[in-house]
């Protein structure tokens, strides 16, 4: 393939994929530069963002935009960006003494991984909020916590060691990354350099990522910025169509830990949104309830912003998610207030333990938020509710909503007091040993059952009116109490057989 | 917001909102007093409404309508009805004296839950038909049935309770409506009224009701009627298309115990929906085999009115939905004949309990429909069968599907001897003491699994023809026998640890 | 209902069904003679059919496309059947004394089980591929193989039979066709005929086939060839859409022991096929990454003719599936490098077993492709992940499903060591008893589960990136890690209870 053909076939997929003609698209000299060679090697990356809206808007005409309708919250882009599309090079090549994957790539310093601190460039109030999001902090909160490693090496470790020799050797820091760090996100690190021998332009050098690929939402990046806007807004078309629809929540939140996807679509939310979606347009901005779509997905309840019939504002874009969430309904061990901050790892309860409950069910008060602030929160949620649903609809789902995170604490209690008196008695090693794994012997995947799958799963079902079976035999109230159920027969058998002395 | 601008966004909202002009489409004066105040305060509910057929249709013109295409069963709907749409007065101003939770508003005697009675006016045949529906008696077939109050207990209850003082306090009843009821249905209970100051009318005056939010199948509501029409026709579009897709019997049917929609999605027919559903049409009555869809969804076999391409009718609309049904799948605990009236609790097996089997499997013959009947149903069902395949293929499924009912039923019988002789060795208390909840012990809860979810869901992927997994490895097969291998070997274990004297 | 009246009806339906006008539709006397009937009786069947691409083209047309997007690969085709579309005819009397189920019906010999061995008329490359692929042995891999038969047994026969009489009987055979065959394919069998009293044409003979219906990967045809080519491209419209969307893929292939398309759904591929499928072209022949698709689905990488932007091909079209593989992951009992034969009844580990690995872990090296074949297939997969993502992240990917492999092997190793030193110290019977089935005491579940579950699993979340809740919480490690604890708990009960002497 000769480079004349090489540029033929570039202009001809730029002219195919592209809606608008070249000159109403400007596409800088960079980005025509590494198109004419990845348009060839990565057509899929090309293509995906041909039909994006970067490729189609320049910052200057997006900025233009006013009011409610407007996408970038930047006030001032940098003239050299201003008036080209978002291509290749708009993103790659930015803040190059930030990243320290930065290298010479074709006469440019070229960066692979584009952080939220680059997407700011155009977004700085969605990135704002983002690390406001306890999600942006999802890696140091599992790998700064204790308690949480212990749980993490219960799971990724390897139980009851073979006393044989094994033919099978693998590395645990790889298994991380593909197990709890997938979503959590990794913390990327250049281990140095490569040289590989490219189809297109021979020889040439590349860093080398520890940790990469990964699109998890608290990722650690390269110029130490966390998370990844890709974790939802998928490259390279970067749509909000995808970020809107709740697909995309369902790559982490599947369960049954925490199982809102299979909650809403067993919803009446889920049926409407399931049934009727082909009719409902996914990229409007602002989003208009009734018009644009007529059940809410994740994101109009927790991200969008949302307008009325009359454009009337009903919920504000948030990339900090959890401000109409006064509950953190994931239960770590028992459901409690959200935290005050998104770094959870600075929470000690009454034990001093690194936990937002203690082991009884009572809330590390001073880090959590107050009952002002909870009611704030519900009244934002309330609010979006009210706009298909009357005050006492809205009023008896949130008394049951609560009183549901009253009961699954409440049964949480039994599984954690019968699971106590097992390491009181000695039957498995756990706290007040510390040294002792608590969540690594069967009898303590029993406990850790109650609580992390099926109090959860409970809750999920009555927050997101997905009651039926999530509330009660697909991982609901009959698996929670089935659950205590085979703790105490474990112990009263143990009682029996090994009696305490 | 002064009223002047409310009433030109209400014009304006209606005008948007309806694809008619006003001329074309009588709205009455209540309904257009209504929406003065709901299209600002509930946009969602009416733009969901102003997308309904009941929106752009008046009952004379749905009369009108000859032959299998009508959609309306009532030959006569009163005057002050048929001449216009079908909109929020029509319906919550019906019959006044006949709902509890009836009260002034605006100069209108308006109630808030439109039942099965309300909808009879233009849709009697239906709601006759719902009345033969077991589903209309869900309510009462759960609450009035002392076995499965049991049954209930041992999941909502609270498992061992604790002896110290639980910081957690939960109303059972709240979360009964969130469980077993959500989907069976609440009672309705008008409690007492409260006065609210609302925004766009001050302070007012509406009923307090007990059970509320709630569109179980079998709701018990204000007028004494069973069920919710929404449940499977959502408000406020009440579509057919949303009924006719399987999302909208998911919400109830999503399993473990009774895992249809699962089962289907599997299935070769699921598999065609999912792929081929964008070209169907949901919308058409009578529904054309063939022309309008190519592969069964739950209604098409259960519920909705059948043609051939000739237009001859393949099956007839039924709200009572087991007319094609000789088989009921659900075992409670074994699959049996269908019961011969939608109200169970009058059932009463050999040992006088209130269930279509007794514990060694003989069916409560009197109380369920006879081979005559069964085949009438059988018959039915597979003359929907055979326009797409032939007889052979037709009996042969048919001849698995009552061998898979021989097999679950005596495998199920196994796993029941297993426990009866447990509890005849006093390792768990049950059957004959009639006081001891067979429930809720960790052992019952293995011999509860093998039939509720494994046997069950061996029934449903033979039913369904979506084999495959869910007969074998997927709650199938593999987790029947495991149940009865568990049960047996805590039953060996239980002999040796504690011998019965 | 007259003849008369009937062809009108057929000439009405053919008219309607069938987008272009009769003179450009070439349809046999034959098949036309068929449709005069089964348009009536079968009208289900006949108007898939009309929508399938075989009722629009004629062979000869078929073979007139050059290059990529020839679509038969045959290259020549009888004259007798080349200028007529595809219609019944064309098939069913296809070949007929090759078949067994051969009969005279209405003057023609006609087959109504048609095989691959009959679409191999015009499409003879892509049934020698399937020859090859090991889903074509599915029904001998599974019934000749003394090991899967004890694990079949554990599923399907009655564990711990009542030793009083049951009142249910039935035919283990049955069952059989409805769980494991129903994937695996029956072995099909012509035992008899019988008369049936039909609606248009009174008495006429049928073959009775046992085994009948079926349409699994492996089915024994009564032309004594293997598989169905109908499980994937689903009669009557044999569409490519269909067996490229990944809901075909779903009907066998959903797990727990082959979650595959439960795991894709989860992934970020799955998510941009969810969201933005209904704008993708399923049917464009090559199928072009980035045009008419942006994620792969099943198809697109192990089955589909993918070409780039350019046209250059990417992957070429196999009905073997299994060219791009070379790991088998779904672990027997560990994954291991794939056969080198799809009939897998030849193996024999170390031990003499007919396992591709022995219990200790080891490949039965000389049955499974070489280190040269697996690097062949890893770089045609990768050469499909590269379109899309850069070398850095296609071998980081790769390095952790490798890892993942070796992970999920040396767990399974653990589960296994502890298992067999269940059976050394006469706690449950099995190995190296060979009478005593190792597959169906309680105990032996819980080692089952830990690979075939949750070792598969977790690899498939690995192979698949669809990593987060499918790689731990979701059927992955942490219940890999549990099963293990689990199994070790029971030992050291039983060891105590029942101290080996």
């Known amino acids: 393939m000769t480079i004349k053909y090489l540029c033929l076939s570039v202009a001809l997929i730029i002219c195919v994929l592209t809606p608008c003609s070249a000159e109403e698209v400007p596409i800088s000299d960079a980005t025509s530069e590494c198109l004419e060679c990845h348009a060839i090697i990565h057509p899929g990356i090309v293509s995906d963002w041909q039909k994006s809206r970067h490729a189609r808007i320049t910052p ?227 989003w208009t309830i009734g018009k644009d779509f007529t059940a809410p997905t994740c994101g109009a309840c927790h991200v969008s912003l949302l307008v009325n019939a009359d454009g009337d504002v009903v919920a504000r874009r948030s990339h900090q998610m959890n401000n109409r969430l006064p509950w953190r309904i994931f239960g770590l061990i028992y459901a409690h207030p959200h935290p005050l901050k998104p770094d959870t790892t600075v929470i000690r309860n009454k034990d001093g333990q690194p936990l937002p409950t203690d082991f009884e069910g009572g809330y590390a008060t001073e880090f959590l938020i107050d009952r002002a602030e909870m009611d704030k929160r519900r009244n934002a949620m309330q609010a979006i509710c009210l706009n298909c649903h009357g005050t006492s609809w809205v009023e008896g789902h949130w008394e049951r909503f609560e009183n549901t995170i009253q009961e699954t604490n409440a049964k949480t209690l039994v599984a954690t007091r019968i699971m106590t008196e097992v390491w009181r008695k000695g039957h498995a090693a756990g706290p007040p040993n510390a040294a002792a794994n608590p969540f690594d012997e069967a009898v303590e995947k029993l406990w850790m059952d109650s609580w992390l799958f099926y109090a959860n799963t409970t809750r999920f079902a009555s927050a997101m009116a997905g009651g039926g079976d999530y509330g009660v035999y697909a991982d609901g109230r009959y698996h929670l109490n089935r659950r205590i159920a085979e703790l105490y027969d474990w112990l009263q058998l143990r009682n029996t057989v090994n009696p305490p002395q």
Chains 1, 2, 3 share one sequence.
Request: charged share 20%; net charge negative; glycine share 8%.
């Open 60 to 286: 200057k005409q997006a900025m233009a935009v006013e009011g409610l309708a407007r996408k970038v919250s930047s006030q001032a882009v940098a003239e050299s960006l201003s008036g080209v599309v978002v291509g290749c090079a708009e993103c790659h090549l930015l803040r190059p003494d930030a990243h320290a994957d930065s290298y010479e790539h074709n006469g440019y310093t070229v960066h692979n991984v584009v952080s939220p601190d680059d997407c700011a460039t155009c977004h700085p109030t969605e990135a704002e909020q983002y690390s406001r999001n306890i999600m942006s902090h999802a890696y140091g909160n599992l790998v700064n916590n204790a308690v949480y490693q212990q749980q993490q090496e219960a799971i990724l470790g390897m139980a009851h060691e073979p006393g044989g020799k094994s033919p099978f050797k693998y590395q645990p820091d790889l298994s991380g990354a593909e197990a709890c760090l997938y979503c959590h996100g990794t913390k990327l690190n250049v281990s140095g350099t490569e040289v590989r021998d490219t189809e297109l332009a021979g020889e040439l050098e590349f860093p080398v990522i520890e940790g990469w690929p990964n699109q998890g939402v608290g990722r650690i990046n390269l110029d130490g910025s966390r998370g990844s806007c890709s974790a939802c807004h998928t490259r390279h078309q970067f749509s909000i169509e995808m970020a809107r629809k709740p697909h995309t929540c369902k790559e982490c939140h599947i369960g049954p830990d925490v199982p809102a996807f299979k909650v809403y679509t067993a919803s009446k939310h889920g049926n409407i949104f399931s049934t009727h979606q082909a009719g409902w347009q996914f990229s409007s901005v602002p």
